[in-house]
């Protein structure tokens, strides 16, 4: 938006025409404001021309903005060059993005954004701890969130709880999670709930949840039904999750299905479960297949979607559709065989296990939108936490998993470290989408090989 005039009496339009012409730098400069004002961007430009010209720095601001949408960027460059020489904070911002994200001149944005930061512009700083992260400068970028942080900027604050958990220094990560979290950051109460969570602190995570849902964060909402459910308030656990299945995440909606089933609302699951299957969830599938065989009569639909969750992997349905085929243990056609896919995992996990998985895959994906999904970091941890419980005597654990599943213990040892990882972030970067894969079907195996999927 062009900058106004200073507060004050608004001389004639006549007055100000004339002034500007015998050069009063002022009177052209909002003689331009007003012509923008009517749509006239031609004149806009000529007196805030004339009045940069004749040093007015708001009017080179203004001609930065107005060559930026209506001209050339060398032309915005130009005019902020002007204005940020002049000290003006703003337009240096404006001309390290235009340098940044036009021209991918790092080093000239990075010298802008320090001159606006030393101004304390607080978008500056922030701007120049995300471009310092982006090109490997961890400790800087680490300073400049830290300064617009301290100076209420709460994305800084939340990001440098990420950069904290990330490093492994867990009271860090709360103290800023804390800080965002009570200036309103929902994200951050809600993280900071799902840290406190996976140390076991389920009432004090329930308090963050609550103060995220204020703000109608759907994982809060979804957090808080689970707990609810937990407490068997039935009632309270489908508010919320019906709250979050609204925001269109599939385990949401499936939980409110169930939840539904739970409370003989037939109709209610069949909404829940039919719109988490059309989302890909085959345990939604699954169970409106059953549905609209056993309470709707509809065995065509019952079929359909009961084939749709045995090609994803889930075993009931080939079984049910089988069944169904009147060829009992034998998969019926376009069911496909249970084995060429690998197995739906559905054991239950800790919480403190599903809110690790969690934090991991928000940590991973805060800048690049890393492809990991809570659900696979969550089947890796749940299958070696089966597995840790099964092999309670002291024994070597890689040698015995490598003995009886006849896999390589390079694989096995591959899938402890990932966990290793996951549980106690800071000794190892975070898991590659790639790495999640081959770990994820080295889980699988061991399940399979072992009885116990």
Known sequence: MPRTPEPGPEPGEGDLLGAARAGDPGAAHRLGRRYAQRGDRSAARHWW?????????????????????????????????????????????????????????VRGARQWFESAAASGSRPAARRLALLCEDIGEAAAAREWHHRAAVAGDLACANDLAFLSYTGGDEPQAHAWWEYAARGGHAGAAYHLGRLLHAG???????????????DDHPGAAAQLGRLALDRR?????????????????????????????ELADSAGACHWFGRAAAGGDPE?????????ITEHDDPGGGRHWLRQAAARGHHGAALELAALAGAPGVPAPGGGAPGDRPPLWDRPVAPELAARAELAVAAAGRRDG?????????????TWDLLARRLREPIDAIAWLTEHSGLPGSAVEHLRAVCATLLVPGTAPWPTPAEVEHVL?????????????
Not at 441 to 453: F, H, K, Q
Request: proline letters at 1%; a negative charge.
């Open 284 to 292: 939604s599938a699954y169970h409106f297949g059953l549905l609209l």
């Open 441 to 453: 079907a080295t889980a699988r195996v061991l399940r399979a090989r072992l009885g116990l999927s």
């Open 49 to 105: 021309e004339r009045a940069a010209g004749a040093g007015n720095i708001d009017s080179a601001y203004n001609l930065g903005l107005w060559h930026e949408k209506h001209g050339t960027v060398d032309e915005a460059v130009t005019w902020y060059e002007v204005a940020a020489g002049a000290g003006d904070a703003e337009a240096a911002v404006n001309l390290a993005t235009l340098l940044l994200e036009q021209r991918g001149d």
């Open 200 to 214: 076991g602190d389920a009432h004090g995570a329930e308090t963050l949840y609550r103060l995220a849902a204020r």
């Open 233 to 261: 308030d039935l009632r309270a656990a489908r508010a919320w999750l019906e709250r979050a299945a609204h925001a269109g995440r599939v385990e949401d909606q499936r939980m409110a299905g169930i939840v539904c089933v």
């Open 370 to 382: 890393s492809a990991l999904r809570p659900a696979d970091l969550t089947e890796i941890l749940g």
